[in-house]
């Protein structure tokens, strides 16, 4: 069976590029992961269970990263076995910048065997589609700011903003005294003093 589809994400195409290498997001966005074991860069080991159909299986077998383009494209596959049969896919990944974002497009091929092939092919590929779109519409999730996060950052920079123009207000504010004093009170060689310095003090 063969799926596709895409979802753009609002961050640049290094940082999602840099996400789809992430053990511990990618163990995330796995449907059912019970577990995800690194053993190399791009080699790990993985455990998960779905239901399909009338069976609940708990696959165990490996995953690899291959055929990578950073940070354009990569290959992400899997196989693994269970009391009820056996899975094996790929998925074709490629990232492409669009509209101040990045546009994530996949292609999945799946195969499956032994007692949950019995099910029906039916059945096997809204399954396969399902999970699909949990995997890349999870890792989307997980990895896209949201609204609270993008409107606290503008808030603490609002805030830093207003404060250093604050203390720029107020060290003006105290030069403009200094030099009324020293005028007012004939301190002539403290006003000219603080006239020929006056770039010093910000």
């Known amino acids: 069976m063969k799926l596709s589809?895409?979802?753009?994400?609002?961050?640049?195409?290094?940082?999602?590029?840099?996400?789809?290498?992430?053990?511990?997001?990618?163990?995330?966005?796995?449907?059912?992961?019970?577990?995800?074991?690194?053993?190399s860069d791009t080699e790990f080991t993985a455990k998960a269970t779905n239901k399909i159909g009338p069976f609940n299986a708990s696959f165990t077998g490996d995953v690899e990263l291959k055929d990578l383009n950073p940070p354009n494209s990569y290959k992400i596959s899997g196989s693994g076995n269970s009391p009820v049969g056996f899975a094996s896919g790929e998925a074709s990944v490629k990232l492409e910048d669009e509209n101040g974002g990045t546009k994530l497009i996949y292609e999945v091929e799946a195969n499956v065997g032994g007692k949950i092939a019995?099910?029906?092919?039916?059945?096997?590929?809204?399954?396969?589609?399902?999970?699909?779109?949990?995997?890349?519409?999870?890792?989307?999730?997980?990895i896209t700011p949201s609204d609270s996060e993008e409107s606290a950052n503008q808030k603490q920079s609002d805030e830093k903003n207003l404060t250093d123009s604050s203390n720029k207000k107020s060290s003006n504010q105290k030069i403009y005294i200094y030099v009324g004093i020293g005028f007012s009170c004939g301190n002539y060689r403290l006003f000219n003093f603080l006239i020929n310095n006056i770039s010093s003090f910000f």
């Not at 895409?6 to 992961?33: F, H, R």
């Open 5 to 39: 589809g895409s979802y753009q994400i609002n961050l640049p195409k290094e940082k999602v590029w840099e996400a789809l290498n992430d053990p511990e997001i990618l163990k995330q966005a796995i449907p059912g992961c019970e577990e995800f074991t690194k053993n």
């Open 118 to 142: 019995q099910v029906g092919a039916r059945l096997i590929d809204m399954t396969a589609k399902k999970m699909a779109d949990i995997f890349f519409g999870k890792f989307s999730e997980l």
